[in-house]
């Protein structure tokens, strides 16, 4: 239990361009998501808390009209980047919390998606 | 704020040898939790490790273990035996309430043939 995907795996576009990026947790609801930015050799930043059923909640410096969260139903949250330039390349991940017996709710990861922009 | 420290940006150990990481963190609050997670080259996130902060048994998983220390704020975790496998970045984790992991900034450990 507890997995969580993400789509593309990597993508490359143009610079001007938007690109899609999904996560679904496959076997169990997430109310909450959350969007991760990583440079090499670097720790994972926190972009944005996705809210099913409301607006997305972003962490300091991020800028919601470039990084576009959806979190359409349960089980899925969309991070779009509008307007792509190539400052905006880098590992993106998503994360669900999952409630594990007896615990707190854990984070489980998704792979990641590598976004090049040209 | 929550903060989490790792202080040892590169580990490097030959292979069946233990190693251990450190972390410290620092929060005011009572009940919290604590979690090691490994990022090997595929870049996909794996909880090697969690301890709930009102438990003062060390967690253990197989060949992982952490060192829990509370009142010095300090979380380390050991592995035994390693492996080559055990090449990865490793992130301690800090959550609390809301739920938005506090990672640090990660130690990469290699294990050597």
């Known amino acids: 239990g507890a997995v969580v995907s993400q789509h593309p795996s990597w993508v490359i576009c143009k610079s001007g361009t938007s690109v899609k990026i999904e996560c679904r947790s496959l076997?169990?609801?997430?109310?909450?998501m959350f969007w991760y930015r990583q440079f090499p050799k670097q720790s994972l930043m926190l972009m944005a808390t996705?809210?099913?059923?409301?607006?997305?909640?972003?962490e300091q410096g991020v800028e919601k009209d470039k990084f576009l969260i959806n979190h359409a139903s349960l089980t899925l949250s969309t991070l779009t980047v509008t307007s792509a330039h190539p400052e905006d390349s880098s590992f993106y991940i998503c994360s669900a919390p999952f409630l594990l017996a007896g615990s707190t709710d854990t984070q489980y990861f998704g792979p990641g998606t590598r976004l090049t922009v040209l | 704020a929550q903060t989490v420290t790792q202080s040892q940006p590169e580990m490097s150990v030959q292979e069946a040898e233990t190693v251990t990481l450190s972390c410290t963190y620092d929060?005011?609050?009572?009940?919290?939790?604590l979690f090691w997670y490994k990022q090997p080259p595929s870049r996909q996130m794996i909880l090697v490790i969690r301890?709930?902060?009102?438990?003062?048994q060390n967690a253990t998983e197989n060949r992982f273990s952490v060192n829990f220390q509370k009142a010095a704020k300090s979380f380390s975790l050991k592995i035994s035996d390693s492996q080559l496998g055990d090449t990865a970045m490793y992130f301690c984790a800090f959550i609390q309430g809301a739920q938005k992991l506090v990672f640090g900034q990660g130690t990469r450990l290699t294990i050597n043939p």
């Open positions: 929060t005011s609050e009572n009940n919290y939790y």
């Open positions: 996705s809210n099913e059923g409301s607006k997305a909640t972003y």
């Open positions: 076997d169990f609801q997430a109310t909450t």
């Open positions: 301890q709930e902060a009102y438990k003062q």
